[in-house]
């Protein structure tokens, strides 16, 4: 082999050593407009550029991360047959608002109740979204629907929530001071207003009949 074909070959694998370093380099797909000018005093046309990069696409295709081109622009990427081996699951603790602790309090206490109650108890609205969440994370579900005007749902406490407050029964709910101390329960005054004899469980339930003159005096909409 003659020096100058050494030179060459030389020459070829240092280009191609460059391309490789700058697609590792680059966070974004690389079209090769923007590898060719990194080659201007070497003289490499465009045909010299893609046999490099077809070349390494070869070299990668057995590894754990393969060269791709994808519209006119290249790649690092994982391996495909890598990707599902490579999914995490990571668990998220999501801090809960005031406005849903609130809610899951009255509802835990005050179960089965309905919407219009809750935001009766807590003195504003209550918005959908915070019910959601507590959905979301499997603490609350719908109740039966009330056999009154407009037969509203009802809003219950789940066995899920009975196990991540560690709660063999709702009947060992913890009292108010337990729950404000829990971050729990808001120390807002439309909470403390609640009448401390109603938050135990044996007057939660109470007389359907006498639910609904309640809440017709209240002007609560069933």
Not at 9 to 34: C, D, G, H, M, T
Not at 40 to 57: A, F, I, V, Y
Not at 134 to 155: A, C, D, I, S
Not at 187 to 216: C, S
Request: hydrophobic share 40%.
């Amino acid at each position: 082999m003659s020096e100058a074909q050494e030179a060459r070959e030389a020459q070829y694998e240092l280009n191609k050593r460059l391309v490789e370093a700058i697609l590792f380099a680059s966070a974004a797909p690389v079209p090769l407009s923007r590898i060719m000018p990194y080659f201007s005093e070497e003289g490499m046309e465009q045909k010299g550029l893609r046999d490099c990069l077809k070349e390494l696409q070869e070299e990668y295709a057995g590894r754990g991360i393969n060269l791709l081109e994808v519209d006119g622009k290249w790649m690092f990427r994982t391996a495909h047959d890598l990707a599902d081996m490579m999914t995490t699951e990571k668990q998220v603790h999501k801090k809960l608002s005031r406005a849903a602790m609130e809610t899951l309090s009255i509802i835990a206490y005050h179960q089965p109740v309905t919407r219009a109650e809750i935001e009766n108890i807590r003195g504003v609205s209550t918005n959908k979204g915070t019910l959601d969440t507590l959905m979301e994370m499997g603490w609350v579900k719908p109740g039966r629907r009330r056999e009154t005007l407009g037969r509203p749902l009802t809003w219950v406490t789940t066995t899920d929530f009975l196990d991540h407050f560690s709660l063999e029964s709702l009947i060992d709910l913890p009292g108010m001071d337990e729950m404000k101390a829990a971050g729990l329960l808001d120390r807002r005054p439309a909470i403390e207003t609640i009448n401390q004899d109603d938050l135990f469980m044996g007057q939660v339930y109470k007389d359907e009949e006498a639910e609904a003159g309640q809440d017709e005096d209240l002007g609560v909409e069933r």
